[in-house]
């Protein structure tokens, strides 16, 4: 699967952005998706993901409350709204899939085997 994310872009503290990730495939519905941040000298991170049926999501717990995720298999996108945002949310942010993640990978970075490029998210003070 090919995965495209978009959606970043330049907002002010409180904003609000909506990113898309993208996938090609037929089988999308199949795939658990996960979202990942990357800020410059630090780490990546687990932001948020969700099962491939949709009805199961997990928070990174700084996002909890602000930012949700869901998913429209028919449309093969998965999505990560981001709502009150904070300078600290500053960061590239990457959308991954995998059809064989466990619940207790799914925050792991290396548990996905697919990944898109990332999307510029940059909140000003």
């Known amino acids: 699967v090919q995965l495209q994310a978009s959606g970043g872009g330049l907002v002010q503290t409180g904003g609000s952005l909506r990113l898309s990730c993208a996938a090609s495939?037929?089988?999308?519905?199949?795939?658990?998706v996960g979202w990942f941040r990357q800020a410059p000298g630090k780490e990546r991170e687990f932001v948020a993901a969700?099962?491939?049926?949709?009805?199961?999501?997990y928070y990174e717990d700084s996002v909890k409350g602000r930012f949700t995720i869901s998913r429209d298999n028919a449309k093969n996108t998965v999505y990560l709204q981001m709502n009150s945002l904070k300078p600290e949310d500053t960061a590239v942010y990457l959308c991954?899939?995998?059809?064989?993640?466990?619940?207790?990978?799914?925050?792991?970075?290396?548990?996905?085997?697919?990944w898109g490029q990332g999307t510029l998210v940059t909140v000003s003070s």
């Open positions: 969700i099962k491939r049926s949709g009805g199961s999501t």
């Open positions: 991954a899939a995998d059809s064989g993640i466990i619940t207790s990978s799914i925050r792991q970075s290396g548990a996905y085997d697919y």
């Open positions: 495939g037929p089988t999308f519905s199949r795939y658990s």
